[in-house]
C-alpha cells in the first residue's frame, strides 16, 4: 500500500517540478462541466509495483467502454470528479497471486481535481496534466479478497484537447485499501467532452474588454481619424 502510495507521489512532485508555469492576474476558467467515457484496465494481482506493466498476465482490460465520469469545474484549477466503472476480472489473469478466478467489479470513486491547465496555457493549450485524490468504493463478489473495499484513491492524468472540446483522456489512479489484497490500479482511456462557461470572455472568467474613455475624448491607434 504505502509502495503505491509513494510511486504515485514522486510522479506528480516531477509533473510539479517540471512545470513553466505562465503567470497572470486573470482567472481562466477552461470549462464548466466534463464527461467522459472510458476504457478501462483494472490491475488486482497483488503486486501492482513490481508488476505494474505486466498487461500480457496482470491487466484485465474491458472490451467495451466501462467508465463513465462526470466533472465540474470551479476556479484556479480546482474541480470535483464522480465516476463509476464495471470491470471483468478474468480467469485467465492473475488475481492477487492466483490464476482461475473470475469476478465482476464494481466500483465508484469521488475526487477531487486539479489541473495545471493554466501553467501551459496560452501556449500549450491542447494538453491539461492534472492530479485527483479521494476516496471510493469497490465491491468484487466473487475474488479472493474482501468483497466490500473502500479506498483511499491517489491519481494522475493527460487530457489532449483536439477538436475544441473534445479530447482524449489518460488516467491512472492507485486504489489503497485497508484489508489484504483490496489494493489495486485502475488504467483508463476514452473521450471526454467539455462544455465552455458562457460568462467567460475571450477565454478568461469574468474578463471584459475595456475601453478607453475619458470624457468626449476616445482613445486612438496611431494614424487614426
Not at 475601453?211 to 496611431?222: D, L, T, Y
Request: proline content about 4%.
Amino acid at each position: 500500500m504505502l509502495k503505491i502510495l509513494g510511486t504515485l507521489t514522486i510522479f506528480f512532485c516531477s509533473t510539479v517540478l517540471f512545470a513553466q508555469p505562465w503567470k497572470t492576474v486573470k482567472i481562466f476558467k477552461p470549462y464548466k462541466w466534463m464527461i467522459g467515457v472510458n476504457w478501462s484496465a483494472i490491475d488486482d494481482n497483488g503486486h501492482p509495483i513490481e508488476r505494474i506493466f505486466d498487461l500480457g498476465s496482470s491487466w484485465n482490460i474491458a472490451p467495451f467502454p466501462s467508465k463513465i465520469l462526470v466533472d465540474r469545474y470551479f476556479r484556479y484549477g480546482w474541480s470535483a470528479e464522480i465516476s463509476a466503472t464495471y470491470g471483468i476480472l478474468k480467469s485467465n489473469r492473475i488475481i492477487n497471486d492466483t490464476i482461475g478466478i473470475r469476478s465482476d467489479l464494481y466500483n465508484i470513486d469521488i475526487s477531487g481535481k486539479y489541473s495545471f491547465y493554466n501553467a501551459y496555457a496560452p501556449r500549450h493549450r491542447w494538453i491539461d496534466p492534472y492530479f485527483t485524490f479521494g476516496g471510493g468504493y469497490t465491491y468484487r463478489p466473487s475474488a479472493n479478497t474482501t468483497q466490500h473495499a473502500p479506498t483511499v484513491n491517489l491519481g494522475f492524468g493527460l487530457n489532449f484537447w483536439i477538436i475544441n472540446n473534445l479530447g482524449i483522456q489518460l488516467h491512472s489512479t492507485g486504489k489503497i485499501g485497508f484489508t489484504k489484497h483490496a489494493s489495486y490500479f485502475e488504467h483508463s482511456a476514452g473521450i471526454v467532452y467539455r462544455t465552455t462557461d458562457k460568462t467567460r470572455t475571450n477565454g478568461y472568467f469574468g474578463v471584459r474588454k475595456n475601453k478607453w474613455v475619458h470624457g468626449k475624448n476616445k482613445f486612438k491607434q496611431k494614424g487614426g481619424h
